[in-house]
């Protein structure tokens, strides 16, 4: 079993970033089975979904791949509301409280704020339905962000003692 089927962060990030080089911005994605299917349109939500995408593990875990290929290329990102921070903030969220994810959507909504639709089940087996409002995403990515940053500060020091060991 390949290794990314354990991260939701990892996943959502690899599909996040395949979404938004095609510009696509309005979304529903649900996985099925060893497959994420994701309804996608070009206009702003809501809107139709006149595009359907299809992921397999081979995809993810080819489109994470090229995304890290490229990501050790640029410097760190500053926005911290970008469709791949948001689908990788809620990964994270998803993984840390160990739950499966049923559907991400932001296609659900009039609404000129931006509002995110989560929909999982927890470890107890409760179905929620979470709406996420802009302000709340960006507080999710944030945090996403300072928990990535005190593992990568963690990992840089024992990477110096590493090389000083040897």
Known sequence: MPKIKNSYSTILRA???ELEARGLKT???RPDGDVYIVACGYQEPPSATPVTLHYSWEDIEDLDRAGRA???KLSP???FVTLVQIFRAVGGYLDKNQCRLIAISNNHLASKELILQVEYQ???GER???D???SAIYDLCVSMYKQRGKFMAVADRFAY???KAG
Do not use: N, S
Request: without cysteine; positive net charge.
């Open 161 to 163: 003692w590493r090389r």
């Open 70 to 72: 490229k990501r050790r």
């Open 27 to 29: 979304f529903e994605l």
């Open 122 to 124: 927890t470890a107890d």
């Open 128 to 130: 929620i339905v979470d």
């Open 132 to 134: 996420r409002t802009g």
């Open 77 to 79: 990102p500053k926005e």
């Open 15 to 17: 599909i996040g970033q």
